[in-house]
């Protein structure tokens, strides 16, 4: 477990953050901002928690977990001769929202047209959410394109994004009807 005891460090004032292995980079850094992002989505999730049933709150719950572990994992850069084994996101957390995938879209009607971010409040932070998972995605696979991470943390967050587009669906429809784009609707 991590011990926290203080808040306010001092420690970044200079412009840099330390990782999860005392090594320190500017704060601006593509893991560092991959990090924040990951963040930014978890607080969204959080919110989106706040105004959806208890059986999407529970699902919503488990992955603000998974995104710590993703968070755990990207803070702790794969280097040799460790101390201590970090914490390594899994492939089984992967199968597991591949799993919700199918499940939650199973009872959704077939689109016709793009759906609009909006609809009810949950939905509209879930869309949030995705749209902030979307941009950590990039800033990942950024990441990967310059030193190794886990794979299994790309697949994850590819499939999270689709995974709260199908609960902002599911709410919507809870509650009517899902929000379509209307292509050209107002050029005439």
Sequence with gaps: MVKINR?????????RTALGDGARLPKFHIRIAANGSIDEANSFIGL???????????????????????????????????????????????????????AKNANLPALSSFVMPGGVRGAATLHVARSIVRRAEREIVEVAFQEPITPAIIRYMNRLSDLLFILARSENLRHGTDVLWEPAAHQA
């Design 7 to 15: 808040v306010t460090t001092r420690a970044g004032d200079d412009g």
């Design 48 to 102: 989106a928690r706040l105004d959806v049933i208890e059986e999407t709150a529970a699902l919503l719950s488990r992955i603000q977990n998974d995104l710590f572990d993703i968070g755990a994992d990207l803070c702790r850069p794969e280097r040799s001769g460790l101390k201590v084994e970090p914490l390594r996101f899994s492939e089984k957390q992967v199968d597991w929202i591949e799993a919700m995938i199918q």
